[in-house]
């Protein structure tokens, strides 16, 4: 009994991924316009939109329905004037099909070239911990008025009291000159330099000058956060090494070709 309730679950089954395959297929060849002779079929949108049916995230179908017919509109009527002949579209058309090719060739060279995870934990394993830093700053127009408010806060004077009254910055003043945690790398590099030699809770002695004025800087606070796990950093793991592997393989390019760069 069980070998025959086994055999028609599979025959079910198989008819019924039979009649997805089917009804995929038909809907992908639906018919959306007609353009004098040439259709517009259901898989020409989702090739124009580029999003996989179903997706959460659906644009206007009208809109991008008729923005497929004038676009057809328009290309039908290029056709019949042969601007598909005209040396300016030829040229144009050489240069997209240049880039694609480059693309494609890149794209079959990684997938000869798979990624493995011993690569990518290799890589991952580079990543160190991030520092970040709690801070708050005040802005002022001169340096004579950031060294003021220096001599005022070494007097006692509350730090976040005087970045409300007196900060250029309109964003962090109304929170007493605070800017959260930043990295470093998120901050002025005039000011990363001094922060990174500066203890918990110590401020500025002297102005910080940077593109947008002059600085007073607090630093409330450090916190080392450990790096992104392996899973979270993949993507950006995969992007690193494949750059690595493009380096090389131009590299190697250049070595079996002929390159002479004559204006650097």
């Known amino acids: 009994m069980y070998k025959h309730w086994l ?40 090739d124009y939109v580029g999003i996989p049916p179903g997706a959460p995230s659906q644009p206007n179908q009208e809109f991008v329905i008729n923005d497929l017919v004038n676009r057809e509109l328009v290309v039908q009527e290029a056709l019949k004037q042969n601007l598909d002949k005209d040396d300016g579209f030829l040229k144009i058309l050489e240069k997209l099909k240049s880039r694609a090719l480059f693309e494609f060739a890149m794209e079959k060279y990684y997938e000869k070239h798979p990624l493995g995870d011993e690569r990518l934990r290799e890589e991952h394993n580079k990543f160190k911990p991030i520092s970040q830093y709690k801070i708050r700053h005040i802005l002022l127009k001169t340096r004579d008025e950031a060294l003021a408010t220096i001599a005022e806060i070494q007097q006692g004077k509350d730090f976040a ?52 004025g002059w600085h007073v800087v607090l630093l409330e606070d450090m916190r080392e956060l450990p790096p992104v796990q392996f ?31 004559t204006k650097k």
Not at 164 to 182: I, K, V
Not at 183 to 201: C, D, L, P, R, Y
Not at 236 to 252: D, G, T
Request: proline share 2%; hydrophobic share 40%.
């Open 7 to 46: 055999v028609g679950s599979l025959l079910v089954g198989a008819i019924s991924f039979h009649g997805m395959v089917i009804q995929a297929e038909e809907t992908s060849a639906t018919v959306l316009a007609t353009v004098n002779d040439k259709t517009i079929t259901q898989q020409d949108y989702n």
């Open 161 to 212: 009291q005087l970045a409300m009254q007196r900060s250029l910055d309109p964003t962090s003043r109304q929170r007493g000159g605070d800017l959260g945690w930043l990295t470093k790398e998120q901050m002025f590099e005039q000011i990363a330099q001094v922060v990174a030699g500066m203890g918990k809770g110590t401020f500025t002695t002297q102005a910080i000058q940077t593109q947008v």
């Open 231 to 261: 899973e979270a950093a993949r993507p950006q793991l995969s992007a690193i090494v494949r750059n690595e592997m493009a380096q090389a393989h131009f590299a190697e390019l250049k070595k079996q070709g002929k390159v002479e760069i």
